[in-house]
């Protein structure tokens, strides 16, 4: 009878500690989709009247200011205009912005100037909020001496882009 006692608590034993060298948890997933950025152009780029006379460069700021050296002279006009997007997305995301970078051209078919120099309210980006954020993007024109009258136009779109951070 001892041995059995014996053979049974030598059993209990070895099942209890097999039963301790592992354990379980478990654990839920889940994900939040996000409303995707998007960004509309409200307002296209206008640097309004002008006259070259011996040529210079007109910086249109983000606030709708233009700032001259050289001989243009800046005619008083209403249709001064940063360029102006509206960024939606998920409220309280930060996002990046990425203006264009190289020199573009304005022209009358004829005769072209150059724009560059793309400046931006938010500098690198800014956060949603209230659901949308307007960024304002401002350029430099280089205006040659003499520069033919007429309406210049850019022949592509120049792109802004942001994404969340």
Known sequence: MKQVISILIFFAFALSVKGQT?????????????QPIGIT???????????????????LTPDN?????GGV????????????????????????????ENDYILTNG?????????????????NISGGSRTVRVGATLDVNPNQTPGIYNSPAPMNVTVNYN
């Open 73 to 100: 002279e800046l005619a008083d006009d209403a249709t001064v205009s940063a360029a102006a997007f509206e960024v939606t997305g998920e409220e309280g995301f930060a996002f990046s912005i990425t203006l264009p």
């Open 22 to 34: 592992s354990a379980t948890a478990s654990f839920t997933a889940s994900v939040t989709i996000i």
């Open 65 to 69: 200011t233009r700032i001259t050296t």
């Open 41 to 59: 152009t409200t307002s296209n780029m206008n640097f309004a009247n002008l006259d070259a006379q011996s040529g210079g460069v007109v910086i």
């Open 110 to 126: 004829s005769e072209s100037m150059i724009i560059k120099d793309f400046t931006s309210s938010l500098a690198e980006g800014g």
